[in-house]
């Protein structure tokens, strides 16, 4: 099959080509798909989209105008894609639902850790010949209550990773896992508990209409003073100014992102010669209490595979005229 790949990156174009496994024809391109750049699949079947790409409505239009039947997401979210408009197109989508969870699990922890035990500034006086350590007072990790909205694959792993710390686990999520809570001692409870009583909050829910900034002044005023913050799920479901008010007044002690609400056409690429014009992000970037990865967490070499081969898997089946359990 003749295959446009959107958004390629340096970094996945390997783990891509071994698992097209020499069976396609690929066309890697840097360009993000949008509007203008939907033509350029024109001639192929399929396309292979990454999350920054635009799959709405007048996307898809233009993408099945060029003959494009099949959408492989290489991706779990799947948030940037109007589903509605696909399924009366008769484009078929198909996400990766599974990759290794541990990627961004263990890339939460990692923010966690480092803003807890403040790595980054250490890091900075260090450079300085600066070793006096009162900026440099963490808290032990060891029963501490960590809060974890979203209890799926990631949040899970989250939790037993925690568990493994001696901390107290709570979790929200409107499906309970008995057995994870079992396993971890993790107890489910109401968002609102969650955010009073926790130490530490880690969001791992998916992004939707209802979980849209569920991260704002309102539950930020119930938190615990000194809650240190973590989100590798998706930006826009934290308030971002709401975010800065809330460091801002101490409630909030740290907050560690791997995403922001309004990171598209920021992360993925080098600005080296170009100005950002995105005063919230600078005010978050420059805030010393926080710690922001360009959405990185799922950047190891498991989850790459994982991603390019369940992503030719959906071709594959699409190919040989079958469905693919992946399809959403
Ligand atoms: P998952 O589907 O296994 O788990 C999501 C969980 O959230 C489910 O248990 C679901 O019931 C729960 N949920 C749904 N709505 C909720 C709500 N309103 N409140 C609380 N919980 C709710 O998905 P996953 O693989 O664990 O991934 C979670 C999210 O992480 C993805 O949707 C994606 O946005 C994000 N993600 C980010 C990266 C990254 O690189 N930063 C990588 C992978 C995934």
Not at 43 to 49: D, L, V
Not at 206 to 220: A, D, G, I, S
Request: charged residues 20%; hydrophobic residues 45%.
């Amino acid at each position: 099959m003749k295959i446009f790949v959107y958004s390629t990156h340096r970094f996945e174009k390997p783990f891509l080509q071994k698992a097209a496994n020499d069976n396609h024809e690929l066309i890697f391109s840097a360009f993000a798909l949008e509007a203008d750049t939907a033509k350029l699949a024109n001639g192929c079947k399929a396309i292979i989209a990454f999350t920054s790409d635009d799959l709405s409505a007048d996307v898809l239009d233009d993408l099945y105008y060029h003959g494009i039947r099949f959408i492989a997401l290489r991706s779990v979210g799947f948030d940037h894609v109007d589903l509605l408009k696909a399924k009366q197109l008769g484009i078929k989508v198909a996400n990766v639902p599974n990759y290794s969870p541990y990627s961004t699990a263990e890339h939460a922890v990692a923010l966690l850790l480092a803003l807890n035990r403040k790595l980054m500034v250490g890091q900075k006086l260090m450079k300085r010949n600066d070793f006096s350590l009162d900026e440099l007072i963490g808290f032990d990790m060891y029963q501490k209550t960590i809060g974890i909205v979203g209890v799926g694959k990631i949040g899970g792993a989250f939790a037993k990773i925690m568990s493994g710390f001696g901390c107290r686990l709570l979790g929200y999520d409107p499906i309970e896992n008995k057995g994870l809570a079992l396993k971890t001692g993790l107890v489910y409870t109401t968002l609102e508990e969650v955010c009073q009583q926790a130490d530490v909050v880690s969001i791992h829910c998916p992004l939707t209409p209802e979980t849209r900034y569920m991260f704002n002044k309102v539950l930020f005023a119930q938190m615990k003073k000194g809650v240190l913050l973590i989100n590798t799920a998706r930006g826009s479901i934290v308030n971002t100014i709401d975010l800065l008010a809330a460091l801002d007044n101490k409630t909030i002690a740290g907050a560690g992102l791997d995403v922001y609400e309004n990171e598209k056409g920021i992360f993925f690429r080098n600005h080296l010669n170009t100005i950002i014009i995105d005063q919230l992000f600078d005010k978050l970037r420059n805030n010393q209490n926080v710690i922001i990865t360009g959405h990185q967490a799922f950047l190891t070499q498991e989850a790459l595979t994982d991603i390019a081969t369940t992503t030719f898997y959906n071709l594959n089946q699409w190919e040989k005229g079958k469905s693919s359990t992946n399809e959403i």
